[in-house]
Structures are given as C-alpha cells and as structure tokens.
C-alpha cells in the first residue's frame, strides 16, 4: 500500500501519475555551479532504477535561493546540492525515502 505524497495517481486514462516531483534549478547561478552535471547525474541514476514513470525530472529558472549550492527541489523540500553529491542525494532523499518512489 503506498503512503503519504508518495501514493501514485491514476489519470482519467488510467495511466500512473510521478509520485516524486524533482526540480533542479538551471537558472545562470546554479548553472555555474555544475546543474547540468547534476541533471545529466539523475537523469542516468532514474534511467539505472527503472523508475523513470515514477520520478517527474524537471528545470526551472532561478529559484531565489543563489547563496550556495545549485538549488534542488524535491517534494516541495528546498535543498543544495553540488554535483559530487548527486548519487548520495538520490540514495538518500529519493530511493531510501519511506513510501517511494
Ligand atoms: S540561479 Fe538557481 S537559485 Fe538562483
């Protein structure tokens, strides 16, 4: 039984909806600090988990949140990340997280 935002949708064609929303920002700031190596990085590790139809990847301009890392939304969580901590990032808040994907 899924749980708590994780719970997958059906569309009125009765196809599955994602049930883990990732946005990374590409905005001038983060682009500088590597988000193309960080989307290209998830883009593998979802292709590698087989849950392409489960994880919505998508960009977004500057977010507001410049001061550090790239700038990553996941479930409507802010976080910062850099490029060498994409593959911890993705274990730790996207495949270990209780419910999903
Ligand atoms: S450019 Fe990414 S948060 Fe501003």
Do not use: W
């Not at 849950?51 to 969580?77: H, N, P, W």
């Amino acid at each position: 039984m899924a749980t708590g935002n994780h719970e997958q949708k059906k569309t009125p064609d009765n196809s599955r909806e994602p049930c883990v929303a990732l946005t990374i920002c590409v905005g001038s700031s983060c682009h500088l600090k590597g988000s193309r190596r960080i989307v290209e990085h998830l883009q593998a590790l979802i292709e590698t988990s087989g849950f392409q139809d489960k994880i919505e990847l998508k960009g977004a301009f500057c977010m507001g949140k410049c001061v550090s890392g790239v700038s990553v939304l996941l479930d409507g969580a802010y976080h910062s990340l850099q490029p060498e901590e994409t593959n911890a990032f993705f274990t730790q808040n996207i495949l270990k997280k209780p419910g999903g994907p």
